[in-house]
């Protein structure tokens, strides 16, 4: 089964690249979505998070993530006590929904990571694959989301390796900034492509 590593930084238009390779039939793990899950009422991490940022409790048995985003892109030790947490734990998910999707013999999944170089889930990836788009766009798209100002995007994207960094470092680059329809169609020659290589030694 070959592991296909999806990543870009924000704004990039990663999340639409998933649901793309998902049309392709190709099953994806969002990392996400299981932080969120990990957060919220009963996840396995607010215990120990909420030992970490104690007023980041949202008072309905999960974790306020705003409150805990807005601490440690100013605090790296802080930080690091976060990812000390919850990168084990989604590694391990990670870890048990590829052993099912091998059991179910699917050719192909797909690691939906954006800190993927940057926690070294590359190593983890027989391919990897970024998402990118113009620097203009991805800051038009970024400060379109509520909530985000010019001080915040660039927080989150210092703590980030950049997008040309990425690009140099993927097997694969995806653009973003040319509409759908080209997106699609590269993702689609994309797993073609990969399918036909095979799996490699990582």
Known sequence: MIRLG?????AMGKTTAAELLRQQGV???DSDAV????????GEAVEPVL???????DGQGGVNRKIVGAQVFHDEDKRRQLEAIIHPLVRHDRESWADLMDDEDH???VYDIPLLFETGAQNYCD??????APEWL??????GRPGMTTDRLDDILAAQISDAEKCHLADYVIPSGFGLSVSKWYIARMVKDILLRGKTDA
């Open 107 to 109: 050719p192909m999944i």
């Open 35 to 42: 932080v969120h899950r990990l957060l919220a009422s009963g």
């Open 127 to 132: 391919y990897v694959v970024v998402i990118s």
């Open 138 to 143: 991805q800051k038009t798209r970024a400060l």
């Open 51 to 57: 030992a970490l940022f104690p007023d980041a409790d």
């Open 6 to 10: 999806l990543t870009g930084s924000i």
């Open 27 to 29: 099953p994806v793990h």
